[in-house]
């Protein structure tokens, strides 16, 4: 019987090993979810690291536990982790795939790691692997491994998903090993990203890096034909609808900031420690708009968590000052005796507290610089079960293509979100509701499931296509 193999980097699951105790903890994730009524399934099996560094004497024992999950480790060392992980993925693709090209570090020996690491991924793909299975391999830090697979398995099903965005032309051809991702990437019969330009930007790279013929959205290679596609990334509506409506913790949390805030009205912004998230120019922007509107003093408060995120890095780290600073100076200035304008952590909380803030906050405040899709802002739709509140979406998140009833923002243009808080803070009623209802349908219709199914199901296709072109 055939299987499925879905890869990334790391497995739903984190592996903990204290004083040689061995714990798992299952990832809350959309992607674990959405995957999950897949992998368990059959024969089917997840490849991925485990999250931590295991000793060789203990690595058996890891796989064994695993192996009852479904799940399938690839083991990495403190190496592989310093150079293929922070450094190649972290700060050459991360970066230039967000538009940050300065902040990238071409260093060979990341280089060296990457490719050792996607042949590790191989090889554990080998070990299970058999003709007729399909594999659905993801994101960015495994760009080289579908090409390296195609070499072993010549007409095995792959697909690959990218999570982040594809950069254009101009940015991506930077990258001194830009010929190879991309032929890595051509290994498989489908590759997909979140938006239409993503797609567009990569089939602009292949075509004029490797000087490849294209027709549309499918392009030729090594006698292949690769078809290249949008899907857009839902979430798991249900669950986070349902945690405001049913949910004990959740209803209990949202009573507290209920007496917490009487009287404040909260704008809610959760991100990752990151350069991409644009969290300094989202602190600019409230800065000018408490300046501007003083009538807002005491009745308006940004709760602004920042979970943190590769803060031992140079970047991070000075972002993580320059976060510290810009709060203090705004709530210093601003702040009363009995009001704090920004509210802010540096830490993550449960999804029972994030659920009670998407439900409590009138507003949700999304401005990345650049972002592949963006899940909060999604999240934030399918908890408003009053069908009220104001999403503030940057039209750098992919979430903006589909999202178009948010007040969409150019996040470079502090004034213009400023602007936005003011509209938002003034919009009726019945406008909220329009837009919002609008935005739950569409959450709600393409949400996770719907993503894997819709992607499983063009693989598919896409392997018949090009399985009755190889006939003629
Ligand atoms: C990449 C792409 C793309 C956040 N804080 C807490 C917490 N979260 C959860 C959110 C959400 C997830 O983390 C963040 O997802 P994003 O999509 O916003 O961002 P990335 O992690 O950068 O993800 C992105 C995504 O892949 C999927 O393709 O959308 O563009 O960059 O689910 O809820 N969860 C908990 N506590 C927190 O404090 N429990």
């Given at each position: 019987?055939?299987?499925?193999?879905?890869?990334?980097?790391?497995?739903?699951?984190?592996?903990?090993?204290?004083?040689?105790?061995?714990?798992?903890?299952?990832?809350?994730?959309?992607?674990?979810?959405?995957?999950?009524?897949?992998?368990?399934?059959?024969?089917?099996?997840?490849?991925?690291?485990?999250?931590?560094?295991?000793?060789?004497?203990?690595?058996?024992?890891?796989?064994?536990?695993?192996?009852?999950?479904?799940?399938?480790?690839?083991?990495?060392?403190?190496?592989?982790?310093?150079?293929?992980?922070?450094?190649?993925?972290?700060?050459?693709?991360?970066?230039?795939?967000?538009?940050?090209?300065?902040?990238?570090?071409?260093?060979?020996?990341?280089?060296?790691?990457?490719?050792?690491?996607?042949?590790?991924?191989?090889?554990?793909?080998?070990?299970?692997?058999?003709?007729?299975?399909?594999?659905?391999?993801?994101?960015?830090?495994?760009?080289?491994?579908?090409?390296?697979?195609?070499?072993?398995?010549?007409?095995?099903?792959?697909?690959?998903?990218?999570?982040?965005?594809?950069?254009?032309?101009?940015?991506?051809?930077?990258?001194?090993?830009?010929?190879?991702?991309?032929?890595?990437?051509?290994?498989?019969?489908?590759?997909?990203?979140?938006?239409?330009?993503?797609?567009r930007h990569f089939l602009s790279a292949a075509t004029r890096i490797l000087q490849l013929q294209s027709s549309s959205n499918i392009v030729t290679y090594n006698q292949r034909s690769v078809v290249v596609e949008s899907f857009p990334m839902g979430?798991?509506?249900?669950?986070?609808?349902?945690?405001?409506?049913?949910?004990?913790?959740?209803r209990n949390n949202i009573s507290h900031l209920e007496e917490s805030f009487t009287n404040i009205r909260m704008i809610l912004s959760i991100d990752r420690l990151d350069y991409s998230k644009g969290i300094l120019q989202r602190l600019q922007a409230?800065?000018?708009?408490?300046?501007?509107?003083?009538?807002?003093?005491?009745?308006?408060?940004?709760?602004?968590?920042?979970?943190?995120?590769?803060?031992?890095?140079?970047?991070?780290?000075?972002?993580?000052?320059?976060?510290?600073?810009?709060?203090?100076?705004?709530?210093?200035?601003?702040?009363?005796?009995?009001?704090?304008?920004?509210?802010?952590?540096?830490?993550?909380?449960?999804?029972?507290?994030?659920?009670?803030?998407?439900?409590?906050?009138?507003?949700?405040?999304?401005?990345?610089?650049?972002?592949?899709?963006?899940?909060?802002?999604?999240?934030?739709?399918?908890?408003?079960?009053?069908?009220?509140?104001?999403?503030?979406?940057?039209?750098?998140?992919?979430?903006?293509?589909?999202?178009?009833?948010?007040?969409?923002?150019?996040?470079?243009?502090?004034?213009?979100?400023?602007?936005?808080?003011?509209?938002?803070?003034?919009?009726?009623?019945?406008?909220?509701?329009?837009?919002?209802?609008?935005?739950r349908m569409l959450v709600s219709k393409y949400n996770i499931t719907n993503w894997v199914k819709v992607f499983m199901e063009r693989l598919e296709e896409t392997k018949r296509l090009q399985l009755s072109l190889q006939a003629r």
């Amino acid at each position: 019987m055939s299987k499925t193999i879905i890869v990334s980097n790391r497995l739903p699951v984190k592996v903990n090993i204290t004083d040689g105790e061995l714990s798992m903890q299952a990832s809350e994730g959309g992607l674990a979810t959405g995957l999950g009524s897949i992998y368990k399934e059959g024969n089917n099996v997840w490849i991925g690291w485990p999250g931590t560094e295991v000793a060789e004497e203990q690595q058996k024992h890891v796989t064994n536990q695993l192996k009852d999950l479904r799940l399938s480790p690839v083991f990495l060392t403190k190496e592989d982790i310093l150079l293929f992980y922070e450094g190649f993925s972290n700060e050459i693709l991360w970066p230039v795939f967000h538009y940050m090209s300065t902040y990238a570090r071409y260093e060979d020996e990341y280089w060296e790691s990457y490719r050792q690491v996607n042949e590790k991924f191989k090889t554990a793909i080998l070990q299970v692997a058999e003709a007729g299975d399909t594999i659905w391999i993801h994101d960015y830090q495994l760009l080289l491994l579908a090409g390296l697979i195609r070499r072993e398995l010549p007409n095995i099903t792959i697909g690959f998903f990218q999570h982040i965005p594809f950069p254009s032309y101009e940015l991506f051809r930077l990258i001194p090993w830009r010929s190879e991702l991309l032929e890595g990437m051509l290994g498989a019969d489908l590759v997909g990203f979140h938006t239409y330009d993503d797609a567009r930007h990569f089939l602009s790279a292949a075509t004029r890096i490797l000087q490849l013929q294209s027709s549309s959205n499918i392009v030729t290679y090594n006698q292949r034909s690769v078809v290249v596609e949008s899907f857009p990334m839902g979430i798991d509506d249900t669950k986070f609808n349902d945690l405001v409506l049913t949910n004990d913790e959740v209803r209990n949390n949202i009573s507290h900031l209920e007496e917490s805030f009487t009287n404040i009205r909260m704008i809610l912004s959760i991100d990752r420690l990151d350069y991409s998230k644009g969290i300094l120019q989202r602190l600019q922007a409230f800065d000018i708009f408490l300046q501007e509107h003083p009538e807002y003093k005491e009745k308006v408060s940004l709760y602004m968590i920042v979970v943190p995120s590769r803060d031992t890095v140079t970047q991070y780290k000075e972002l993580r000052d320059e976060i510290d600073k810009l709060v203090g100076n705004i709530n210093a200035r601003f702040r009363t005796n009995t009001w704090s304008p920004v509210n802010y952590f540096y830490r993550s909380f449960p999804l029972e507290m994030l659920s009670a803030l998407y439900s409590f906050a009138e507003i949700c405040l999304v401005t990345p610089m650049r972002d592949g899709m963006n899940l909060v802002c999604k999240e934030y739709v399918a908890s408003r079960t009053h069908n009220d509140g104001v999403l503030i979406l940057s039209e750098m998140a992919g979430a903006s293509k589909e999202l178009i009833d948010a007040i969409i923002v150019n996040p470079n243009n502090v004034r213009q979100m400023s602007a936005a808080l003011v509209e938002a803070l003034n919009m009726s009623e019945d406008e909220q509701v329009r837009r919002m209802t609008q935005m739950r349908m569409l959450v709600s219709k393409y949400n996770i499931t719907n993503w894997v199914k819709v992607f499983m199901e063009r693989l598919e296709e896409t392997k018949r296509l090009q399985l009755s072109l190889q006939a003629r």
